[in-house]
């Protein structure tokens, strides 16, 4: 099993920036791609950045390329791995509760059947 917890929501204005980070644990490897999704109400879930295991295969979505950055952080141990989101330039269209989701041997893609997931952080963005 893997466990994923996401933090670093919350209320920000436009044009502001958040970083939100996943720590992910349990039977973790670096042979697991990250992605971030987000879902607003009333809204499907949608697609926003992945990664793969090496880190070097990257995909955004289009609303957010050049304003998010996608990063993650191996842990030498394999014991906990965590992958971050930067967002910068934010818009009140982002308004949405953020997740984070695991695949194995995945490319961190939009394609990618996504395994394991968070419980979520809300992010709010006033204008």
């Known amino acids: 099993q893997v466990q994923l917890v996401e933090s670093g929501g919350g209320l920000v204005q436009a044009g502001g920036s958040l970083r939100l980070s996943c720590a992910a644990s349990?039977?973790?490897?670096?042979?697991?791609?990250m992605g971030w999704f987000r879902q607003a109400p009333g809204k499907e879930r949608e697609f926003v950045a992945g990664?793969?295991?090496?880190?070097?295969?990257?995909?955004?979505?289009?609303s957010v390329k050049g304003r998010f950055t996608i990063s993650r952080d191996n842990a030498k141990n394999t014991a906990k791995n965590t992958v971050d989101l930067q967002m910068n330039s934010l818009k009140p269209e982002d308004t949405a509760v953020y997740y984070c989701?695991?695949?194995?041997?995945?490319?961190?893609?939009?394609?990618?059947?996504?395994?394991?997931w968070g419980q979520g952080t809300q992010v709010t963005v006033s204008s």
């Open positions: 989701a695991a695949v194995k041997n995945g490319l961190g893609t939009p394609r990618d059947e996504y395994d394991y």
């Open positions: 349990g039977r973790t490897d670096s042979s697991y791609a």
């Open positions: 990664i793969s295991s090496s880190g070097i295969s990257i995909s955004y979505a289009v």
